[in-house]
């Protein structure tokens, strides 16, 4: 499977004014009340990541993620924004593979790599859709 239009440094920028919606507090961990989340640092590289590839696919592809390793390095605080810069930086047939990096208005916050896979979406809910079968009714 070739997807001409995709190549190596290929990149997207991303931006997110920090909220409380944002910070560790909302994901579990009370004693934090105002830095950012790392669930949302990883979301943040996903949707960078997404963007630099999805927009560029034939009808009926998408990306799905595979892997996402993640060094969250210095914290940020509510109302900083948030910018990362995911590139592309290995294709293997439809596998992506993403160097992404993180930054507040102090600099570097964190890093990461990231694996997406294009697959054609009805060909992906097919196979959901016969792996959750199993969870139907079955008849007495």
């Given amino acids: 499977m070739k997807f001409s239009e995709l190549t190596i440094g290929m990149s997207k920028t991303i931006q997110k ?21 790392t669930p949302v640092l990883s979301a943040l590289m996903i949707e960078a990541s997404v963007s630099v590839v999805d927009p560029l696919l034939p009808d009926d592809y998408i990306t799905i993620g595979k892997y996402l ?26 596998r992506i593979i993403f160097t992404i990096k993180a930054y507040d208005e102090l600099g570097e916050i964190g890093s ?4 997406r896979y294009i697959v054609n979406y009805n060909l992906l809910r097919q196979k959901v859709d016969k792996r959750t079968e199993r969870l139907a009714p079955q008849p007495n």
Avoid: C, R, W
Wanted: charged share 20%; proline share 2%.
């Fill in 69 to 94: 390793s993640i060094q969250h390095s210095e914290p940020t605080i509510k109302g900083m924004t948030v910018t990362v810069k995911s590139s592309i930086s290995e294709i293997d047939n439809n």
């Fill in 17 to 37: 004014v920090i909220t409380e919606e944002d910070t560790a507090l909302y994901f579990g961990n009370g004693s934090i009340k105002d830095l950012l989340a």
């Fill in 112 to 115: 990461g790599t990231h694996e």
